[in-house]
């Protein structure tokens, strides 16, 4: 399978709703990951002994996984069923956002990525993909893209995100790492632009800064 199948897969007979957002179930995605690609391997990020990242007392879990000999790296807050980040997670919370987190890292490699933009099908079985439609005199407003998987709007949540995005950009070692994590998380940071963007503008200035420092050593 490629990677463009795997982005046209129908996914929906596999997604939960709950809380009016939509779960792909992750045992099912991971196996169709490893049909797509068969040396499909996944790893989850461990900090200080642990396989989450303490911010402020909540948690925010890290996914990689690799299909296609390209690695994708992904977050996720641990949070309840309202969304909200939950506060000394336990060992059921924190397995839980993992898995949740593996899926939606999968979808940067395709896997469902349609559900994350707020579309009911894949492009090819859209009626746009099907039917070529004769172009609007009038262009039509452009779609806000919605938030991913176990994501909220909340002041709290994207500060939380921020917090994430600035500390793991700090473990990069040079500017190959530091562009790839700035891609992998680009639908995040699209939508953190829009919603809040002296937050987008934060973490900006913060990988600017580390871009610079990296092309000065060279």
Same mark, same amino acid.
């Given at each position: ?19 009016? *957002? ?44 690799? *299909? ?151």
């Amino acid at each position: 399978m490629s990677r463009l199948e795997l982005l046209n897969l129908n996914v929906n007979d596999h997604v939960e709703k709950k809380n009016n *957002l939509s779960y792909l179930s992750w045992a099912w995605a991971w196996s169709e990951a490893l049909k797509a690609d068969p040396a499909a391997s996944f790893d989850v990020q461990i900090f200080n002994g642990v396989p989450y990242m303490e911010v402020n007392g909540t948690g925010m879990v890290w996914v990689t996984t690799n *299909l296609f000999g390209k690695p994708m790296a992904c977050m996720l807050p641990i949070m309840n069923h309202r969304n909200q980040p939950i506060q000394n997670p336990d060992a059921f919370q924190v397995n839980t956002s993992i898995m949740r987190c593996l899926t939606k890292c999968l979808a940067l490699h395709g896997l469902g990525l349609y559900i994350y933009a707020g579309e009911d099908l894949p492009e090819e079985d859209t009626p746009q993909a099907v039917q070529k439609a004769a172009p609007s005199p009038k262009a039509a407003a452009p779609k806000q893209l919605q938030v991913m998987e176990g994501w909220d709007n909340s002041d709290a949540s994207r500060a939380l995100f921020t917090d994430g995005m600035i500390e793991y950009a700090s473990h990069c070692t040079d500017k190959a790492g530091l562009n790839s994590y700035w891609r992998s998380n680009q639908l995040q940071l699209d939508s953190l632009k829009t919603t809040h963007p002296d937050l987008y503008a934060k973490i900006l200035n913060h990988f600017t800064t580390l871009r610079a420092t990296f092309e000065s050593n060279t």
